[in-house]
């Protein structure tokens, strides 16, 4: 790993009178200038926000229209389609929408393409499904900004499509009978960050508002806050509001799939955090979309059976362990493969791909490789004559303009900034990456490619008081668009000699001020091996909470160190 370059901000003077004027602790007050939070209304919206605080969602744009047309499905009795992604953000709107409808009373099914064999997108062929399931309605979630052709064919026989996504726009829309997309210009939308089921939840507060069952409204946002983490959807406005109480509402689950799944993951009666979802929750879900058997995850919340759930849990889980032995392998050649040849001094942009390498599975190693090297990269898998792509980019690159510009090169694609997919001709692959990495050469800058660590707020161990811890979980959650603070504490002292633990990590005791902390260096054990008791050092790291012997600890965890 390249060595990170720490960016301190200066102390602002916003920061002293946030602090002032609420009350709060300096360093607090500092994160959330850091933020953008720069006046009490701003803070206190930040810190306390309620459901009150969601937008109206007929602010949408074509939101009347959808609502008005899934009204009249219903009560004439017609079939309704789902059509949705096999990732966890488009399996949750599937099933919320779902059951959304049929609580309803609506007639419903789902469809959800096989990602190994059909890929990514609704495409025009998927006609047949609709006509087959006799559907005169069909609405997307998490997907369809682009299913220009689907959408033509489906108005030939009479199908009416409404679109909920949170992708981005081809050049031309599909003409659709309406369309929910808040990152659309003509959206009007106040927050343009909704997942995919965030657009879900915004679509069925419509339809209970309009029923007058508000009431019922945060009954789903459970489902929501998994799916907009999972979906890496920056935690800000709506998201952060919705997220944080889903996170509160998994104390309490009564979905029988979802509860056997989280006591699987270990959270049975515990807090839930943003990195149980995103690291325990969202992974075994994925992992049936990853290989190919989405249904399992679909069937698994819509199963009322405690044994049957439990089985299809078990199911999850062991896919979940084959992805993660699939994925090690892939990482450990393409780390290979880049340091063998020096790929990551040759180009800007890291392009690799092999035969053998699952195509459900790449995107994971994708990002590892980005957090590795500090390169934007795309991984391949070749099959059929075809290349299967899966990027991740690092925040100063965009990978879907990179994309939208080459678009001559591929067969198909699509994403966000700092996540893409694609398919092209595998004879064309020479002429593509020559075409990506000139783009990518001229808009990357050699200080773009610096790991770059930005950190909060210098601080003093002293300075962890029980006020100033609970203002920082006011502060949560944490995620994109609301990172866990960093702090920086220099000249701690290192009291007794480093472990390594699992001969990947590294665990140290630390002193400054006569008060002492654990910390662990998560993936660095070679820290324990250059660092000696006796040492002062200079600690960039994160505060984390855990459990020793049913009492709750404070301890470090590590992001960078340097030695005096």
């Known amino acids: 790993m390249k060595e990170a370059i720490w960016i301190l901000p200066p102390k602002q003077e916003g920061a002293n009178i946030l602090s ?48 008005a047309r899934i009204r009249a499905a219903v009560a004439a009795g017609e079939k309704i389609v789902i059509f949705g992604d096999y990732d966890v953000d488009g399996i949750l709107s599937v099933v919320t929408l779902s059951k959304a409808l049929q ?41 369809g900004i682009k299913a220009v052709d689907f959408v033509k064919k489906a108005s030939e026989f009479g199908i009416d499509v409404i679109i909920t996504d949170h992708h981005q726009p081809g050049s031309t829309l599909p003409q659709a009978y309406a369309i929910l997309n808040p990152v659309l210009k003509s959206s009007g939308y106040p927050d343009r ?80 955090t943003v990195g149980d979802v995103g690291f325990r929750i969202g992974p075994r879900i994925n992992a049936a979309g990853r290989l190919g058997l989405t249904d399992l995850a679909v069937q698994l919340f819509f199963s009322d059976s405690d044994e049957e759930s439990r089985d299809l ?23 290979e493969k880049v340091e063998s040849r020096m ?11 092999c035969e053998e390498w699952h195509r459900g599975v790449i995107g994971i190693v994708a990002s590892r490789l980005k957090d590795l090297f500090h390169h934007p990269v795309i991984l391949f898998n070749y099959r059929d004559g075809k290349a299967y792509g899966s990027g991740r980019s690092i925040k100063e690159f965009s990978l879907i303009d990179c994309l939208e510009s080459n678009r001559g090169h ?10 893409v997919g694609c398919e092209l001709m595998r004879d064309n692959m020479i002429r593509f990456k020559k075409a990506v990495n000139a783009f990518a050469g001229e808009r990357i800058s050699d200080e773009d490619l610096k790991r770059k660590i930005p950190i909060d707020v210098p601080i003093q161990f002293s300075q962890f008081t029980p006020a100033f811890l609970d203002y920082m979980s006011m502060l949560s959650p944490f995620g994109v668009g609301n990172p866990k603070p960093l702090f920086l504490t220099r000249g701690a002292e290192v009291i007794e000699e480093p472990r390594k633990l699992n001969g990947k990590h590294s665990k140290f005791l630390l002193r400054q001020n006569a008060k002492i902390f654990e910390a662990l260096g998560w993936g660095r054990g070679e820290w324990a091996d250059v660092v000696c008791a006796g040492d002062r050092i200079d600690i960039v790291y994160s505060l984390q909470h855990s459990q020793y012997r049913g009492e709750e600890r404070l301890n470090l965890s590590i992001e960078d160190i340097k030695q005096r």
Do not use: W
């Open 343 to 353: 790929l990551n001094e040759k180009y800007k942009l890291l392009i690799l791909g």
């Open 410 to 419: 591929l067969l198909n694609y699509g994403g966000h900034i700092l996540a």
């Open 313 to 335: 849990v078990n199911q999850l889980d062991r896919l979940n362990s084959e992805r993660q032995k699939i994925e090690e392998k892939i990482q450990n050649q393409s780390i």
């Open 20 to 67: 002032d004027e609420m009350g709060i602790p300096d360093p607090i007050a500092q994160i959330l200038v850091n933020r953008n939070i720069d006046d009490p209304d701003k803070a206190q919206q930040f810190l306390n926000g309620t459901l009150d605080h969601l937008h109206d969602p007929m602010a949408m744009k074509g939101m009347r229209e959808a609502a």
């Open 193 to 272: 960050d909704l997942a995919g089921i965030g657009v879900v939840f915004k679509l069925i507060q419509a339809l209970l508002e309009e029923d007058r069952k508000s009431n019922l409204v945060p009954h789903y946002l459970k489902m929501v806050s998994i799916g907009t983490i999972a979906d890496v959807a920056r935690l800000r406005g709506e998201n952060r509001i919705m997220v944080k109480y889903g996170l509160s509402a998994l104390e309490n689950v009564s979905n029988i799939g979802l509860k056997n799944l989280m006591e699987n993951c270990g959270l049975k009666r515990k807090k839930i």
């Open 103 to 143: 609580m309803m009373g609506g007639r419903v099914e789902y469809f959800i393409p096989d990602r190994l064999k059909q890929g990514y997108g609704i495409k025009k062929e998927y006609i047949d499904v609709v006509l087959q399931k006799k559907a005169t309605l069909v609405i997307s979630v998490d997907c």
